[in-house]
């Protein structure tokens, strides 16, 4: 048991507040919190109190943090090649590249390794252009691609705002939110058709998180990822899709674009990758464009670019994921999740409405549910202060159970191994909390 001050932080946490950024937060609101254990899908912290896992931390944990075949795999790498340039290779770099294009739909086959979702962002941006000789990419407003320049400039949300004037050529378009946006899903696609006709033949690529993520958990009508691929040929453009969140089984099936059965030309992915267990991103791309780098410079590379203990995590997480059929459980699973949540929904007015698949599902609140008013404008989240839905998370977390919430949802993404009997446990933390949002309606 460690001693808090009258801060209420321990000496640790007051250490890591004086000398350490946190991130995305003004830093006299960073409160950390010591993590000192985690197994399965649950973490304790310094004080002994454990928590369900139900977001998976950052939406990454997808195998549980007792994955012990990834952890002996990082354990037998750093001790054998713990680093090499990437102009070397190793077994655990080349087996993953194979594995990637075997688990990726379609004939996606090459991979460009980094560090980050971020990264791997960055890197299918830079190779539409070069691949295309383009230099516009349209992404959506209700997105998050990363945080660095780049990938910063394609994404929607309000997290850009502080960095814009952004990238040239980044233009955005509207969200399949059939809840909350006045435009249709499938009528904003044909807006996205009109907007690459006006732009002429000048866009790169479309790049899209098949299932919309820290968003909102936002899932387009089955017509719309295989149309959008349309529209984006249709114009010379490329599909990319940012799987770094819906990757790896979240949605019950290997990968967002699965679920629309739909091949792009380059896909993202990081997180679920290693199961969170090493920093790992990954871009994969298709024979047509692995052969334009044959004789074009691939002018791009990281020094930790196929990190030899990154890429064992990499391969044993997939391995992990085969071996114990946790993709199909996902799907088997999210049903049970699907209508708990649901029963939740019925017993609380603030839910407007729950969204997901698999073991990747939103519950959006509401001040009012007729109107859906939502509880904080989307720029809440750039200002101090805690919204209604922190406050929910933060109840939820007083119950013992952690969950993340953005702008106006909560995000539930546990880990793909959670049982019937841990979901009971964090939903009961979600009823109580649920309370919170309940009381803060509009009258
Ligand atoms: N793309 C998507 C869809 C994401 O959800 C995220 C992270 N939440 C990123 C990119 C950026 O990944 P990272 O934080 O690993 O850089």
Redesign the pocket.
């Known amino acids: 048991m460690s001693e808090h001050g009258v801060d209420g932080l321990n000496s640790i946490e007051r250490l890591d507040k004086e000398h350490v950024f946190g991130t995305w937060a003004f830093q006299s609101e960073v409160t950390p919190t010591e993590i000192v254990d985690a197994d399965g899908v649950r973490f304790t912290d310094a004080d002994g109190q454990s928590f369900i896992d139900f977001s998976g931390q950052?939406?990454c944990s997808n195998l549980g943090h007792s994955a012990t075949k990834v952890s002996d795999a990082i354990a037998e790498q750093a001790e054998d090649v713990p680093y090499v340039a990437p102009n070397y290779t190793t077994e655990a770099r080349a087996r993953l590249g194979e594995k990637l294009a075997e688990v990726t739909p379609g004939d996606l086959s090459k991979t460009f390794f980094s560090t980050?979702?971020?990264?791997a962002?960055e890197a299918a941006i830079k190779i539409a252009k070069f691949y295309t000789g383009k230099d516009k990419i349209v992404s959506r407003y209700r997105s998050?691609?990363?945080?660095t320049y780049g990938?910063i400039s394609v994404t929607g949300d309000p997290r850009r705002l502080a960095s814009e004037p952004s990238m040239p050529g980044a233009i955005k378009a509207p969200d399949p939110y059939a809840y909350g946006s006045t435009l249709d899903p499938m009528e904003s696609l044909e807006y996205i058709d009109e907007m690459l006709m006006l732009e002429g033949d000048t866009v790169a690529a479309i790049l899209v998180?098949p299932i919309v993520?820290?968003n909102g958990i936002l899932v387009p009508p089955d017509e719309y990822l295989p149309r959008l691929k349309e529209i984006a040929h249709d114009h010379g453009a490329l599909l990319i899709c940012?799987e770094?969140?819906a990757g790896f089984g979240r949605t019950g099936e290997w990968f967002g674009s699965d679920v629309y059965d739909v091949t792009p030309d380059i896909m993202?992915m990081?997180?679920g990758l290693t199961g969170a267990y090493q920093p790992l991103?990954a871009t994969i791309v298709t024979p047509e464009i692995a052969a334009h780098f044959e004789d074009n410079m691939l002018t791009h590379g990281h020094t930790y670019a196929g990190h030899p203990v990154a890429c064992a995590a990499g391969l044993a997480a997939i391995e992990t994921y085969q071996e114990e059929n946790l993709i199909e459980r996902a799907s088997e699973i999210g049903e049970y999740l699907g209508e708990r949540i649901d029963g939740l929904a019925a017993d609380h007015p603030s839910v407007g409405e729950t969204r997901g698949v698999g073991l990747f599902r939103g519950i959006e609140l509401t001040k009012s549910t007729e109107e859906r008013v939502p509880f904080g404008a989307r720029e809440d989240k750039v200002s101090k202060g805690s919204t209604v839905v922190d406050e929910v998370s933060s109840t939820a977390y007083e119950h013992g159970t952690y969950v993340a919430n953005m702008i106006n949802t909560l995000i539930i993404a546990p880990p793909l191994t959670i049982t019937e009997d841990e979901i009971d446990e964090a939903i009961e933390a979600l009823d109580v909390a649920l309370e919170v949002s309940d009381d803060a309606m509009d009258a």
């Open positions: 950052l939406m980050s979702g971020t990264e962002v998050y691609h990363g945080a990938s998180e993520g820290s940012d770094v969140m993202t990081a997180k991103g």
